[in-house]
């Protein structure tokens, strides 16, 4: 079955340090990968998306590119600012004979401290 | 204008009793999902629908039922509340049938189970 594994939290940085989380996912065929950010007390916001290998997806300074040779998808943040701090779900999307809902990392939180 | 809605955000009830919690979305799409995120923020598919179709029906509980009145709308119901119930429930949508595109979620119901 599909499967995604996140680096565990917390990630604990100062402000404009570089970030990067590790996502490595299992699954057969092509699926689309997402990472999706939850601010506290929120629901879920698309961060960013990639659908097909060596794609990369790219949002408010934030990076990840699809990997397919090491099966990752691993976002990355040049410098990050106390405002990112939040919980990030790397997620897959595969379209399973008509299935087609999210299957998601366990979260890794981003503390960012000025 | 929100765009995914749920009702209420905040549900503290006591073991045994039956509650409902609703969604709306007004962004015209065709399928829609619930997820459970446990208290250790893994989030996990329980149901969806599309076309007001049920597509996905995971291992849950019967005591958990789904009811999209029309596409718009995806309600779900509980029965015989037990406090392994106390999660966050959220709502989300999707256009289409292709894989790649975002799910929109909601902003989440704290259940809490007494």
């Known amino acids: 079955g599909n499967s995604v594994t996140q680096m565990e939290g917390p990630v604990t940085l100062s402000e404009e340090a570089f970030l990067t989380i590790n996502c490595t996912y299992t699954a057969t065929g092509y699926p689309s990968l997402f990472w999706y950010v939850q601010y506290p007390g929120e629901g879920l916001q698309l961060l960013l998306k990639a659908t097909k290998a060596d794609d990369k997806g790219s949002n408010k300074g934030f990076e990840a590119t699809y990997r397919k040779e090491t099966t990752s998808f691993h976002l990355e943040k040049g410098s990050v600012q106390v405002s990112d701090s939040a919980v990030y779900f790397c997620?897959?999307?595969?379209?399973?004979?008509?299935?087609?809902?999210?299957?998601f990392g366990s979260g890794t939180r981003l503390q960012v401290q000025p | 204008d929100t765009a995914v809605s749920q009702t209420p955000k905040y549900l503290v009830t006591q073991m045994g009793n039956d509650k409902s919690i609703k969604c709306e979305q007004n962004l015209g799409h065709d399928t829609m999902y619930w997820y459970k995120q446990d208290s250790k923020k893994f989030l996990k598919i329980m149901f969806s629908y599309n076309n007001k179709e049920l597509i996905i029906n995971e291992t849950v509980p019967n005591r958990f039922s789904p009811k999209s009145p029309d596409k718009a709308h995806l309600n779900l119901h509980i029965n015989s509340l037990e406090l392994g119930d106390s999660a966050v429930y959220f709502c989300a949508s999707s256009q289409g049938a292709m894989s790649n595109q975002p799910q929109h979620f909601g902003d989440g119901t704290r259940l809490s189970i007494l």
């Open positions: 997620a897959l999307s595969r379209m399973d004979t008509g299935r087609r809902a999210l299957t």
